[in-house]
């Protein structure tokens, strides 16, 4: 079921593929488009790409108290939906001690197979229990973030934009910091890059040692794609070391950049572009990381493999309440959140202005390489809005709000000068998603038969409904969602 709904995702999204190409040319016209009746609620302009906000955001009308309303409304969606799963959770909780407290109390009196029954059953309530934990902690708050941010960006963006055009026709956007574009690869963002490479490459040999790095993906091809990507955005970066880049075997929607240049990209990531101005926005963003030297600059004492094993911990204890013992490796695989969670807050991105400047330079870069800027945006937004609630929430969610994050963004796109031709898909991408494709089917079948951070004790258990978010789906689907107990029975 599950996989049939997969595939059309995909089949969705290589329609998409074929579409997109010629989508983005409205992103040139950065007048506001003639009035237009608003056609949709206020909460259904909620559902659409930020992309598609920026267009339209100056020809709506919406009244102060209707985004007021719509505020209080999303507000009391959010308590109301996380209080949901902290009760579930709760539930879960209670049932869980009763389980254990009659596993106590059978002593050896049990016979093996009601025994197992009864492991099986405690195994199942666990997952469950922190699958709720982190819907109504992680998930659902970010899911109502990104809602939040589509509501200030319909309010304030017009606003915005009205500046913006007023200072790109001043000349007054000429005074913003790294303005100078036309020197990329000339100018110094901070000095001393190469004093990076020595504690990146101790930094990866250090994870290598402990198994916290996921293995390379198994294909030249792909390898060699990503890598000559990334070539093209260092060309026209400001980067000054050499590059390194590698393509890592894991589900996780995410990339990550350690310092003096090294860059690493999952395979999850791949598998969520639609197209190469997307992959290639990301890594710009990454690469950004490097130029700026922003780990240097945060971490004076703390060596990045510790930070790296502070984050898994992390990780693994908000997917089991603390189970120790569990191989880190899979506990990034299989956790809902991996590395890259507290990746980017702890390592790169705690700092909100860290993570604002990456985002320009890496629009900058995007831009200079000769890419499709927008790409990014579309990236953040598909992360954010379809499948970031739980599967994907790693790469975006970092300190400054959407809003801001999508703004600032937006508003440097409108500062870079023209491009005649910009690339947004290339056959070269499209071959790395059909190699990718049976590669992926093929790791995914042999995670199945893995020891997985919640299922290594009991074998053969069946195992519970998964209470995650599907992509696509409106939050308020997930908030309705029934009270499943262990078996998979609505309670
Ligand atoms: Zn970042």
Not at 187 to 196: C, M, V
Not at 249 to 253: L, P, V
Not at 335 to 340: I, K
């Given at each position: 079921m599950n996989e049939v709904f997969r595939q059309c995702v995909a089949t969705a999204l290589s329609i998409l593929l074929i579409i997109l190409p010629w989508y983005p040319a409205r992103a040139e016209s950065q007048a506001a488009p003639a009035a237009e009746p608003a056609k949709l609620t206020l909460h259904q302009y909620l559902q659409k790409p930020y992309e598609d906000l920026f267009q339209v955001a100056s020809s709506l009308n919406f009244s102060a108290s209707e985004v007021e309303q719509e505020r209080q409304a999303l507000k009391r969606g959010e308590d109301s939906c996380r209080s949901r799963f902290k009760e579930h959770a709760k539930t879960y909780s209670r049932q869980l001690d009763a389980a254990r407290k009659q596993l106590k109390e059978s002593g050896t009196t049990l016979a093996d197979e009601p025994r197992r029954e009864l492991h099986c059953k405690i195994q199942n309530l666990e997952m469950l229990r922190s699958e709720a934990d982190v819907l109504s902690g992680h998930a659902i708050p970010t899911a109502y973030d990104n809602l939040g941010a589509k509501l200030d960006l319909i309010q304030q963006w017009p606003a915005q934009q009205r500046q913006a055009l007023a200072d790109l026709e001043s000349g007054a956007y000429q005074n913003r910091r790294w303005a100078d574009v036309k020197d990329i690869g000339f100018?110094?963002?901070?000095?001393?890059?190469?004093?990076?490479i020595k504690r990146g490459k101790e930094a990866v040999d250090e994870l290598k040692q402990v198994g916290m790095l996921p293995p390379e993906l198994d294909s030249k091809p792909i390898q060699d794609y990503v890598r000559s990507v990334a070539e093209r955005i260092a060309r026209n970066s400001d980067l000054k070391v050499p590059l390194r880049v590698s393509v890592l075997?894991?589900?996780?929607?995410n990339a990550f950049a350690l310092p003096g240049g090294y860059i690493y990209v999952e395979r999850g990531l791949l598998e969520a572009a639609d197209d190469e101005s997307q992959l290639a926005g990301v890594i710009a963003h990454e690469l950004a990381h490097d130029t700026a030297r922003h780990s240097a600059k945060m971490m004076k004492r703390a060596t990045i493999a510790s930070i790296f094993y502070q984050a898994a911990q992390v990780a693994a204890i908000l997917l089991t309440g603390g189970i120790a013992g569990i191989g880190m490796y899979y506990a990034l695989q299989y956790?809902?959140?991996?590395?890259?969670l507290v990746l980017d807050l702890k390592l790169l991105g705690v700092s909100r202005d860290y993570e604002l400047e990456a985002d320009q330079l890496g629009v900058q870069y995007a831009w200079k390489a000769?890419?499709?800027?927008?790409g990014f945006i579309r990236f953040f937004d598909k992360i954010a809005s379809k499948q970031g609630y739980v599967n994907g929430v790693s790469w975006f969610r970092t300190h400054p709000p959407f809003y801001e994050r999508m703004v600032q963004t937006q508003r440097e796109i409108m500062f870079m000068p023209k491009q005649s031709e910009r690339i947004v898909q290339t056959s070269e991408f499209l071959k790395m998603k059909d190699d990718l494709a049976p590669l992926a089917a093929k790791a995914e079948k042999e995670d199945v038969g893995k020891p997985s951070l919640l299922m290594t004790r009991e074998e053969g258990c069946k195992p519970p409904p998964k209470l995650e978010y599907t992509p696509g789906q409106p939050i308020e689907k997930l908030c309705a969602m029934p009270l499943y107990d262990e078996s998979g029975e609505t309670q």
């Open positions: 100018r110094e963002i901070a000095a001393g890059q190469k004093d990076d075997q894991s589900r996780e929607i956790g809902f959140y991996g590395l890259g000769g890419y499709d800027t927008s």
